[in-house]
């Protein structure tokens, strides 16, 4: 057997592919977008606000060689989530797609005793939970169109370490509020992710999950505009927050030939905060 192509411009291509990214206009999104069009891919970013899918299109543009492309969607429903297929099938009539990251997100923080049920636990699981399923299932058909067991379709589903953990009031909501749908929520995402690996592997689709810690994005800015990146990095051991390209290495890695056999994954991006934080043992001398 001859030994085969190993190299990394091999292994992580994503040169060709369609791709789109929910949730693509700020923060995580963003990051995993400009990642693909960086590496010659044409992507496609949906969110609420046209502005701000409007101006980053334009930047990821201004890198290339890839192409980024907009579409306007509020994904707070099935509705919502059929139109966007809708609009996507306009644009792309050979209904054909190869990756998927299902990004879109809100969280919402109240007292214990005071959670509201519509903001608070209806829209969070909405969002975060009830569309991500029904976008991945719509898409299914256009995902499995090119796929093969070596070159198979990608899902990412963006999770949280939050999935992890029973601590929902932190440094990212004010004192006394809690996170508690968002939590559950994407504790959901985890075992929805494990429940799509399975249904969709027969149809050589992988469906794997990036659970961030704590990233510069809206949904942190709270906890950096409180209390500062320097006191947010105290509690990472390696001394820093996550960057962009921390989460652009992983989601080239899931999306490329090199994690064809990955599938059912969920993989913390946290620089270990999530495991050290019932402490690190002290280091003893030999």
């Not at 994407?186 to 990233?215: D, E, Q, Y």
């Not at 064809?260 to 690190?280: E, M, N, Y």
Request: charged share 15%; aromatic share 6%; with cysteine.
């Amino acid at each position: 057997m001859s030994t085969p192509d190993l190299s990394i411009q091999a292994l992580f291509s994503v040169k060709g592919k369609i791709a789109l990214v929910t949730g693509g206009g700020t923060g995580i999104g963003k990051a995993i977008a400009s990642a693909f069009v960086q590496n010659g891919a044409k992507v496609y970013i949906a969110a609420r606000k046209e502005s701000q899918l409007k101006e980053t299109a334009a930047e990821l543009n201004a890198r290339g060689p890839g192409s980024a492309h907009y579409i306007v969607a509020n994904l707070a429903s099935k509705s919502g989530v059929d139109a966007l297929i809708s609009d996507l099938s306009a644009r792309e009539p050979n209904k054909k797609l190869h990756i998927l990251v299902n990004n879109s997100g809100i969280s919402w923080g109240a007292p214990f005793e005071n959670v509201p049920e519509d903001r608070g636990w209806d829209n969070v699981m909405a969002v975060n939970v009830k569309t991500l399923f029904y976008l991945t299932a719509g898409l299914s058909t256009w995902l499995a169109t090119d796929s093969t067991a070596l070159d198979p379709g990608r899902v990412i589903n963006i999770s949280s370490t939050a999935s992890v953990t029973p601590h929902v009031e932190s440094v990212v909501s004010a004192d006394g509020n809690g996170t508690y749908a968002y939590n559950v929520s994407k504790a959901a995402v985890n075992h929805l992710t494990s429940i799509l690996a399975v249904k969709l592997g027969p149809r050589k689709i992988t469906v794997n999950a990036i659970c961030p810690g704590i990233f510069p994005t809206k949904m942190t800015a709270f906890a950096f505009k409180s209390a500062g990146e320097e006191k947010v990095a105290q509690n990472q051991p390696t001394g820093r927050v996550g960057i962009p390209q921390d989460l652009a290495g992983l989601a080239l890695f899931l999306t490329s030939p090199a994690s064809a056999h990955v599938t059912g994954a969920h993989i913390l991006l946290d620089g270990g905060a999530t495991l050290s934080k019932q402490g690190i043992a002290p280091q003893t001398k030999l």
